[in-house]
């Protein structure tokens, strides 16, 4: 709503973000040298799935509308529900950290339980027959089944060790009480209590590889994406809008929300509006953007060939890349007029960074209270039409919705309720409050007013009477 303010959205989105998951992260970097193509590409995919190994079971929610959205672009389930990779927020990490060891180990999987239990089974079943330094192998486990497996079979029998070999498979050898002592205590046990963490971890460690790089984070209409960020892999969001502003800046100290630049450009340029990432790349890549001898050239690496051949919108490591792209050509549309045409040959990444200056940290919010979040100051407030107050006369008990749907035919306003008969109307179009004003002007139903604050604030009414 465009009477959201910036905390109020960020409590809306909060709701959301905490009860869904990330089923695909897309992270792009580039290699830069002198020689051209100036920029090649490295584009990843990651599949993610939350963590099961020792945490508490996690609960989420998946929206019948977004399954469907995500499979008429191709998006691969079975590996994000099979091969996801895991993850933990530090809060999460703490917990885990507390009880790794085997004497406290619980599994909440019902699948991992099956497979437990097929393993054990398999185990005593030859254990008592084996002579010691005997082996088995099991096979069939997943990569934190593996982990399970071994933990759950050495708490459960003392006369055994257990070792993976890889490709889902875990030897098991009979020894003495006297070999399994050295054993335990030996630096290359693979179930060392740092090495299940950082399986448990999983894509966490990424990112954390990224929060300490303090490279510059570039992405498309991001607000969504730096919450589900700093709630999957960092702490739950907090309450206070500020707070979260305050995290997120010491985690990324330059954002760059595309967005936010094109925004701005499509002002200044003639060119068609958009707002969708890969409309926003095709035009930026078309004729309509006349292309320069130094315009930055962006070549896909060998290993990412598959997007330079066909589109893949909607697939996080391609939509990565179409964002590291429009920045890169958004910067040199931007160098380009701030110089006048006269661009020096081969412009660094630092010269697209000081004209992006502006847009640092700017974080685009779509239809409300500000146009952008800023993370390293205040929030401006955006500069809306004024207020209309629509007074109800001779229709009984009118809801905002059917105030809206009767304003909805003429233009598009969002509604709040003033008062039992009153409502306050706003739009992000001067052209719609005066159609308003005109058209309703003899209605026998609606009087429709300019909002004022001394005339129509139910607080002001209340003291004045």
Not at 391 to 411: D, M, N, P, T
Request: with cysteine; hydrophobic share 35%; proline share 5%.
């Amino acid at each position: 709503s465009l009477f959201d303010s910036p905390a109020e959205r960020y409590l809306k989105v909060r709701q959301s973000v905490q009860r869904f998951t990330v089923t695909q992260l897309g992270k792009c970097s580039s290699d830069t040298g002198n020689n051209l193509p100036r920029y090649v590409v490295h584009s990843y995919n990651f599949f993610l799935f939350p963590s099961t190994l020792g945490v508490e079971d996690v609960e989420f929610t998946l929206s019948a509308s977004s399954i469907q959205f995500l499979s008429h672009y191709g998006f691969d389930y079975n590996k994000f529900l099979k091969d996801g990779i895991p993850y933990m927020n530090e809060v999460q990490e703490e917990s885990f950290s507390r009880h790794p060891s085997a004497s406290s180990w619980k599994v909440s999987s019902a699948l991992d339980r099956d497979v437990l239990k097929k393993a054990i089974d398999e185990v005593t079943c030859w254990i008592t027959a084996a002579e010691e330094e005997e082996t088995m192998i099991l096979q069939d486990l997943s990569g934190h089944q593996m982990f399970e497996v071994q933990l759950v079979l050495r708490q459960a029998l003392q006369n055994i060790w257990t070792q993976p070999l890889g490709d889902e498979k875990v030897m098991v050898k009979k020894v003495s009480p006297q070999h399994r002592r050295l054993l335990e205590n030996s630096r290359y046990d693979c179930c060392r209590k740092e090495l299940i963490l950082l399986s448990a971890r999983g894509f966490s460690n990424l990112f954390q590889t990224l929060v300490k790089s303090k490279k510059p984070l570039v992405g498309h209409n991001m607000l969504m994406d730096l919450m589900h960020l700093h709630d999957k892999f960092y702490k739950p969001l907090p309450e206070s809008y500020e707070e979260f502003k305050r995290n997120i800046h010491n985690l990324f100290p330059v954002l760059l929300d595309t967005r936010t630049v094109t925004k701005s450009i499509w002002k200044k340029c003639q060119f068609p509006r958009v707002s969708n990432l890969l409309e926003t790349y095709e035009v930026l890549c078309s004729d309509l953007n006349p292309k320069d001898p130094v315009c930055p050239v962006i070549a896909l690496a060998s290993d990412c060939s598959r997007y330079a051949e066909k589109k893949y919108p909607h697939e996080a490591g391609y939509d990565a890349f179409l964002c590291g792209s429009v920045l890169l050509k958004s910067a040199h549309l931007l160098l380009c007029r701030s110089t006048g045409d006269a661009v020096e040959a081969d412009p660094s990444f630092s010269r697209y960074l000081s004209v992006l200056a502006e847009y640092l940290n700017k974080v685009n919010v779509i239809r409300g209270g500000v146009s952008n979040i800023n993370f390293s100051g205040e929030d401006v407030p955006c500069r809306y039409p004024p207020l209309l107050v629509v007074h109800v006369q001779g229709w009984q008990g009118l809801s905002k919705r059917q105030i809206y749907q009767e304003f909805k035919a003429l233009c598009r306003f969002d509604v709040r309720r003033l008062s039992k008969n009153q409502f306050i109307l706003l739009s992000n179009r001067f052209k719609h409050v005066r159609l308003v004003l005109r058209d309703y002007k003899h209605h026998p139903h609606l009087q429709v007013s300019v909002y004022c604050h001394w005339r129509h604030s139910p607080l002001v009414n209340c003291l004045l009477q």
